[in-house]
Each structure stands twice: as structure tokens, then as C-alpha cells.
T-cell receptor, first 115, second 111 residues
Framework: GAVVSQHPSWVICKSGTSVKIECRSL??????MFWYRQFPKQSLMLMAT?????????EQGVEKDKFLINHASLTLSTLTVTSAHPEDSSFYIC???????????FGPGTRLTVL | GENVEQHPSTLSVQEGDSAVIKCTYS??????FPWYKQELGKGPQLIID?????GEKKDQRIAVTLNKTAKHFSLHITETQPEDSAVYFC??????????FGSGTKLNVKP
């Protein structure tokens, strides 16, 4: 149980384009989803927290207009990187927590490369 | 806010030996402490967790201990195997909301 999937697993795009990453909880309802960014050999950096049906809460320093998060259902959250630039290249990981749950279950991550 | 420090940053052990990774936290109100294992190119996987009302928890070869007074918790892996090689992250949380992660420990188990 507690499986979280992400799609795509990797994506390469041109500078200036937008990229959408999907995060799905496959066998539980995720009332809260989290989006992280991870640079090579570094820890996870929380970007935003989203609750189903509500606007996401962004961490300090994260541009909400650049990283659009939508949590429209209890099993799906999306992260859209708008007007991507090479500095946005990173490993993006989502996690999900069920109602009344305590821990976060992580997806496999999405490797974004912006040329 | 919470600050979690993790040591060591790298750890090499011989197969069959034990490995210990330590974390300290600053917020005495933190009450949930999970440990994650991350293999190269993959997302973190929960391996064990502990709540503040428990001092120790064990699951086969893996155990976690918590000292609330000293504000530190540790991951213990016994009888290490090559497949235990990965990066391990500790985290602390208050009320199961935002997780504060340690900087990670790269464990290398030599066959």
C-alpha cells in the first residue's frame, strides 16, 4: 500500500517552454501533497504544500507564478514549471499524505532538463 | 523553525557490520521522526519511523532510538548487506505537517 507515482519520470525541454509533472496516489486518498526539489548530492528542499481543493502554500523564496501547483482531486496533484530555464533543471519529487495519516510517501521523482 | 543536523555525511562499513547514523533536532515540540532510504535516481522510501512517545522501535535489521531530552535520534542497521548501500535521510516534524530533513548520509557497504 501507500504507492505514489509520478509522470513523466524524465523530461527534456527547450528554454521558455512549460512542463507539467503529475503526482498520483494510487491506493489511498491524499488530502495533502508536497512538492520537493533536489539538487545532486543534496537534501530535499520543500517547494510547496497543497491540500485538496485549496491553493498551495509556497515556501519562502519559491516563485508561485513560476511553479504552478494544482491539487484538484484526492489522488492527483500537478506541478507546472512555466517558462522553464536551464536553472530550473533539477530532480522534482512529490509526496502524499492521507487523511489522518502521519507520514509522507514519496513518488519516484521526475528528472527535468532544460536546454 | 526546526533545524535537523545529520552525521556522518558518508559512512563505509564492511558487509555484516553495523551502521549507525545520528540526527539532532532543535524544536522540542517535534513529535514525529521518519527515516528514508534513497537509491540513486529514485524517490525516498520510508524505512522506519518513531513517535515522541516511544524510545525505541525495531523492524528486523533496522532500529531507531529517540532521546527526547537530548533531542537526538539514531538509525541502527545491523548485519549490513550490499543492498543497504544508499543515501539515508532523517526528518523531524511537529504534528505531521512540514518535514525538516537532515542533509543525508551516504552509506557504502563493501562486500
Amino acid at each position: 500500500g501507500a504507492v505514489v507515482s509520478q509522470h513523466p519520470s524524465w523530461v527534456i525541454c527547450k528554454s521558455g517552454t512549460s512542463v507539467k509533472i503529475e503526482c498520483r496516489s494510487l491506493d489511498f486518498q491524499a488530502t495533502t501533497m508536497f512538492w520537493y526539489r533536489q539538487f545532486p548530492k543534496q537534501s530535499l528542499m520543500l517547494m510547496a504544500t497543497s491540500n485538496e481543493g485549496s491553493k498551495a502554500t509556497y515556501e519562502q523564496g519559491v516563485e508561485k507564478d513560476k511553479f504552478l501547483i494544482n491539487h484538484a482531486s484526492l489522488t492527483l496533484s500537478t506541478l507546472t514549471v512555466t517558462s522553464a530555464h536551464p536553472e530550473d533543471s533539477s530532480f522534482y519529487i512529490c509526496s502524499a499524505r492521507g487523511q489522518g495519516g502521519d507520514t509522507q510517501y514519496f513518488g519516484p521523482g521526475t528528472r527535468l532538463t532544460v536546454l | 523553525g526546526e533545524n535537523v543536523e545529520q552525521h556522518p555525511s558518508t559512512l563505509s562499513v564492511q558487509e555484516g557490520d553495523s551502521a549507525v547514523i545520528k540526527c539532532t533536532y532543535s524544536d522540542s515540540a517535534s513529535n514525529y521522526f521518519p527515516w528514508y532510504k534513497q537509491e540513486l535516481g529514485k524517490g525516498p522510501q520510508l524505512i522506519i519511523d518513531i513517535r515522541s512517545n516511544v524510545g525505541e522501535k525495531k523492524d528486523q535489521r533496522i532500529a531507531v532510538t529517540l532521546n527526547k531530552t537530548a533531542k537526538h535520534f539514531s538509525l541502527h542497521i545491523t548485519e549490513t548487506q550490499p543492498e543497504d548501500s544508499a543515501v539515508y535521510f532523517c526528518a523531524a516534524s511537529r504534528g505531521f505537517n512540514k518535514f525538516y530533513f537532515g542533509s543525508g548520509t551516504k552509506l557504502n557497504v563493501k562486500p
